[in-house]
């Protein structure tokens, strides 16, 4: 059995023996001689969290929420590239009388949704 757990701002995955194999095979794990036997540590990304998935590992709670919040920042920047006319979703410190493009507003929001900013309606992006 491979589990996943969120520690120190990335994934640490152990196994046991029959597990082995299919964890030194995903990609981006790695380990150091200071770790314990049959641990690895991966980058917190979505590929890594897909393919933690694929190999049916049991992630932790904080995992699972943190993933959740990923996914929903990533719908978030999708539909930011889409918009046409975007709306700040803060006030942006620029001098007044600054206009600023379409572009520079959605980079804005994607900063602060990737920074993990609070709307006011108290959901996270």
């Keep these: 059995m491979i589990r996943a757990d969120l520690r120190d701002g ?21 380990r150091t001689a200071r ?6 540590r991966m980058p917190l990304t979505l590929d890594s969290v897909a ?3 694929g190999a049916s590992a049991r992630a932790s709670p904080a995992l699972i929420a943190e993933a959740k919040r990923m996914l929903a920042v990533q719908r978030y920047v999708d539909e930011q590239k889409q918009t046409a006319a975007a ?8 001098n007044d009388g600054c206009k ?25 992006q």
């Design 87 to 94: 709306e700040p979703l803060a006030p942006i410190p620029v």
């Design 51 to 53: 393919m933690l998935r």
């Design 10 to 30: 990335a994934i640490l995955v152990t196994s046991d023996e029959l597990s082995a194999p299919i964890a030194t095979k995903l990609a981006g794990a790695t």
């Design 35 to 40: 770790m314990p036997p049959l641990t690895w």
């Design 100 to 124: 600023l493009f379409d572009h520079q507003v959605r980079a804005f929001n994607i900063a602060l949704a990737l920074m993990g900013y609070e709307t006011k309606q108290g959901e996270r």
